[in-house]
């Protein structure tokens, strides 16, 4: 059965994180969230008050982003970021483990790095995404292979107390030989390992590479509830577009495209 613009919108995180973003940026962000009812939107700690001022009333959540983008922070530099935007309002957080920690194989660190943030979101009632930034893992690491390796990660942050694994933090951008840098995000490979690899109480957020309605509409299919997207009117025009047209021409069909593939590139 095709999902509803209901479920489509509820999954989406507007993500509001470029480095350039001025506030002028985010309030147009926020006015797009609220106007396509989408889940929340993911930003920056400092305009964690100003987003929640602008949202007020909407059922938007407010979600802040934590040791971003490439989790090098100290842990109780984390915690203490955590404890910041969940007094400003945020209600979720979108943690980036500490990478090279991981691929060397200190499970300790990268167990406590997550706990520290998770224990100080729950006591204000928000919950926690990890990001596993997924491009760097792709080589494995600490002796695993790549999927073992994310696997660990997963159950890892399972046994932390987190709410979402989540794939990237969509900048985690790798250097190639050339010099030139690509990015790929979520895949469906990825989506599917990371919701095999946590229990049912844990849920799986795609970010990066999900541009259009094609590629929401697999996440959802493969079990993911949040996706992490800029082109969220684009996304959700086009549902409303296709379910126009069925309406006036009065001929069942799916809404789905024939063939449903997660895109390339960041979000």
Known sequence: MDPTYQQLAAMIDHSLLHPTLTDKDLAEGCRIAAL??????????YAVKMAVDLLRGTGVKVGAV??????????????????????????EIDMVINIGKALGGQWEYV????????????????????????????????GLDADTLKKKLCELSERAGCDWVKTSSGFGFVKQKNGSYTYQGATEHDILLMRASVSDRVQVKAAG??????????????GA??????????????????????????VSGSIKPQENTLGSGGY
């Open 66 to 91: 934590v040791g971003f983008p490439h989790g090098s922070a100290a842990i109780e530099s984390k915690r203490y970021e955590t404890e910041l935007a969940c007094n400003d309002g945020a209600e």
């Open 36 to 45: 396509y009812g989408v889940a929340s939107v993911c930003i920056k700690p």
């Open 111 to 142: 167990e406590a790095d997550i706990r520290a943030v998770c224990r100080e979101a729950h006591s204000h009632s928000a919950q926690v995404k990890v990001i596993l930034e997924t491009d760097y893992l792709t080589q494995g690491g600490a």
């Open 209 to 222: 590479g999900v541009r259009d309605l094609e590629g929401l509409i697999r996440v959802f299919e493969l």
């Open 225 to 250: 509830t949040r996706c992490g997207a800029t082109a969220t009117a684009a996304m959700l025009d086009e549902y409303r577009r296709r379910e126009s047209i069925k309406a006036t021409s009065g």
